[in-house]
């Protein structure tokens, strides 16, 4: 192993360029030359490569989005498309590969390993936290941060306006953001992809407790669970309460990293190297019980489990 890539793919998710950062500068005191793919799977394809350094990943810590640029790219899973990708990485003797994303980017990976034979690592990026082999991904806790951020303000509002809030957060396929910022931020009730909801019985909750003086709601809306817009008409039009939607959509992928994301960005980016220079290939890394954690990425792309119906108690309860 004398040279390797890394690249980033799919949503952009905060701490992705610690991710980056850690890889180029890890990778170099390990005595391994790197380069950069820009904009994902595409640029992998096209060969839009650059050599990194030290100096290449300064200051970009703190910073969200992703120096490398991404991009989704449905050509990469075709023959002639990871075909092309292997012809990039071979043209330009790369040894090894690591891969900064979700599960679409780690089927990626799978594709590349066990077709073209390229060893590649998963980091896991994606602030939905619906990898397996780690308790959270990479940008995960920014994201949940900053939909806590939004409503709490919204909460200001629906206080002072008496009124019913539905606040529609990212999530197509998983509720994770939906549930943290429900218990987090004492929302009313919350509608994720992995649960079915009651409409008719959450009305009902909503005129008894205004009945008894509760003077405003806030429901949490998975985007892949419900449209925000369609779930407010409907309670307006079974409770005549006045309701008002907010949807929070793509500042939840931007902005400053927190700390947790920073750490485990650093971590993780350096494992991933580490496996490289093992000889190791098609595994994903994370972090469980504070330590690093290896599984292959075919086991990193099943469908993550998360303890909805205990969260979801929880947050009944709570109102």
Wanted: overall charge positive.
């Amino acid at each position: 192993m004398k040279k390797i890539a890394v690249l980033t793919s799919g949503g952009d998710a905060p701490g992705m360029n610690a991710a980056v950062r850690s890889v180029v500068r890890y990778a170099i005191h390990n005595k391994l030359e790197v380069s950069g793919i820009c904009r994902g799977y595409t640029g992998l394809i096209n060969e839009e490569i650059k050599p990194l350094d030290r100096r290449s990943v300064s200051n970009i810590i703190n910073r969200g989005g992703t120096m490398l640029k991404t991009a989704r790219c449905p050509e990469f899973l075709t023959d002639e498309g990871l075909q092309k990708a292997k012809a990039t990485l071979k043209k330009n003797e790369i040894d090894g590969l690591i891969v900064i994303g979700g599960d679409g980017t780690y089927r990626g990976a799978i594709a590349l390993s066990k077709k073209c034979g390229i060893p590649c690592i998963g980091v896991p990026g994606t602030i939905d936290n619906d990898l397996n082999g780690t308790e959270a991904t990479i940008g995960s806790d920014t994201a949940v941060n900053t939909a806590l951020e939004a409503i709490d303000k919204i909460r200001d509002t629906a206080t002072s306006m008496e009124r019913i809030f539905v606040v529609e957060v990212m999530g197509r396929e998983s509720g994770y953001i939906a549930m943290r910022v429900a218990l987090g931020g004492g929302a009313e009730d919350v509608l994720i992809p992995e649960r079915k909801f009651d409409i008719k019985k959450m009305c009902q909750d909503m005129v008894e407790g205004n009945t008894r003086g509760k003077i405003s709601w806030i429901i949490i809306v998975a985007e892949g669970a419900a449209n925000a817009e369609a779930i407010a008409k409907k309670i307006t039009d079974l409770t005549s309460l006045e309701t008002r939607v907010a949807v929070l959509g793509h500042i939840q992928r931007g902005g400053i990293p927190t700390a947790e994301d920073r750490i485990v960005a650093t971590r993780l980016g350096a494992a991933a190297v580490d496996l490289l220079l093992k000889g190791q290939g098609s595994k994903a890394v994370g972090i469980i019980s504070d330590n690093i954690n290896v599984v292959d990425l075919d086991v990193a792309v099943q469908k993550k489990k998360i303890p909805t119906d205990v969260i979801y108690n929880l947050i009944r309860v709570m109102t």
